[in-house]
């Protein structure tokens, strides 16, 4: 595979690492996580373990009790009470899973696809399908380990439990059937994106435009190894930015990333690029790069702007005519735009201890976030009122709290909205009334 031809680009601002990066095992400890939060089984099986060790170990503890006749249960009157219990449970238990999957795929189909996995890492539903299910395993365990033996004695303690954890099932219903109507809010679906990205922005862009920052030009010897993606094809996820440094100080070369994280790389194709001639710890390098089937906001914020874009601009489809849900979508990448403005953006690269540059991370600057929060808000969203109110009262309110080096893009979308403000609403009174800043979008006071 040849090298890309050298490019002139211009300086870029360098850093070291921070202390977040400079953790041990920072990839294993990404992955691990990961999976952890996306898995609908681990959280669901500890309560299904706990419910077989208590349909164990609790008529065990009945009969070195001796039993009590407390409501008046023998053994083969607790077996057909947990044996209803079990059949019940496990009935009710389904049909509820059942709703509960299929209001997850109207979210996806009313929202965007991406959301699915606000509902795949929240606890609280993780929670409710153990809490659910494990009522009908405890019994059913139970059941099988009394009755039909002479040492069997009352089992009250047992037959208690398994009522509490009925009861308990009941009352994890409604804390279920509650939160889906919470997470089906678009109010909750923004604030859910925006806590993901509050710790990913720190951490894809560490430095703040006051802090002191040093420019050194792309390293200008031409490129000599290229790592290529070797997995099935993917997106690039995350890059151990840690272990790519190591490399590249071991080896005297510097590493620039080959695309943004959020990029999808086919097998094949470029993901590292070596520039300098020193050999390099290539594996160590493929081990360092993290792929996923889409895109994460763990790494890559711009992700939860482009998930809050596409639950706004369907609520602004003719087929849903939802301009205040959109308007709430305004709100919360007008959030984001204001913690990342305040950030050193574009391309960043990182030294290593002895201040050499080792290792150049191609992250989007500000024209490119702002165009990916407002464009398509703007495009299918300029012919509503509160739409344009509100896109107007945003870029007065990002101009005035942001440096002036951030306003030329703000101009420049200022400048867009006011030509599609005119071409939609010719008449001089609406347009008036159209052009007017408004936090709340209509029925707010001007901004």
């Not at 996580?33 to 503890?61: C, D, K, N, T």
């Not at 703040?208 to 420019?215: F, G, K, P, Q, S």
């Not at 996820?237 to 086919?266: F, K, M, N």
């Amino acid at each position: 595979m040849s090298a890309p031809a050298a490019v002139s680009r211009p300086p870029i601002a360098v850093r070291p690492l921070s202390a977040a990066e400079r953790r041990p095992g920072w990839r294993r400890r990404l992955v691990l996580r990961e999976r952890v939060s996306r898995s609908m089984v681990i959280v669901p099986g500890f309560y299904l373990l706990v419910a077989v060790g208590l349909g164990i170990a609790l008529p065990a503890i009945d009969r070195s009790r001796g039993g009590d006749h407390l409501l008046g249960i023998d053994a083969a009157a607790a077996q057909t009470v947990l044996e209803s219990i079990a059949a019940g449970m496990i009935a009710f238990s389904g049909l509820v899973l059942s709703v509960g999957v299929l209001v997850v795929q109207f979210g996806a189909g009313q929202y965007s696809p991406r959301l699915v996995q606000l509902f795949r890492r929240d606890l609280v539903i993780k929670q409710a399908f153990g809490i659910l299910v494990s009522p009908g395993v405890f019994a059913l365990v139970a059941a099988s380990d009394i009755g039909g033996s002479e040492k069997d004695a009352p089992q009250t303690l047992t037959v208690v439990v398994g009522l509490v954890l009925m009861l308990a099932a009941l009352v994890e219903l409604f804390r279920f059937i509650g939160r889906l109507l919470e997470l089906m809010r678009p109010r909750r679906i923004y604030a859910g994106l925006t806590a993901q990205a509050r710790f990913a922005v720190p951490d894809a862009y560490p430095s703040l435009l006051t802090d002191d920052t040093e420019r050194r030009p792309y390293p200008p010897e031409p490129t000599g190894t290229i790592v290529a993606q070797e997995h099935r094809d993917g997106v690039l996820s995350a890059v151990d930015r840690q272990r790519v440094v190591e490399a590249a100080r071991a080896a005297g070369v510097v590493v620039e990333v080959a695309a943004q994280l959020g990029a999808y790389i086919p097998h094949g194709e470029p993901v590292l690029l070596v520039h300098g001639g020193g050999p390099i710890d290539e594996e160590a390098l493929r081990h360092a790069v993290v792929f996923a089937d889409g895109r994460t906001v763990t790494q890559d914020p711009a992700f939860a702007i482009r998930c809050m874009v596409d639950v706004a601009i369907r609520a602004l489809s003719p087929a849903v005519n939802d301009p205040t849900s959109a308007v709430e979508g305004i709100d919360a990448v007008g959030a984001m735009l204001l913690r990342l403005g305040r950030r050193r953006l574009g391309d960043s690269g990182i030294v290593d201890d002895d201040g050499a540059l080792r290792l150049v991370m191609p992250t989007p600057g500000w024209d490119e976030l702002v165009d990916l929060g407002l464009t398509e808000i703007r495009r299918y969203g300029a012919d509503s009122p509160q739409i344009a109110r509100r896109l107007a009262a945003l870029l007065d309110s990002l101009q005035e709290r942001l440096p002036a080096r951030r306003a030329p893009a703000l101009e420049r979308h200022r400048a867009l909205l006011r030509e599609a403000v005119a071409r939609h609403f010719p008449d001089p009174v609406e347009h008036e009334l159209v052009s007017t800043p408004d936090r709340i979008g209509l029925g707010g006071a001007a901004a």
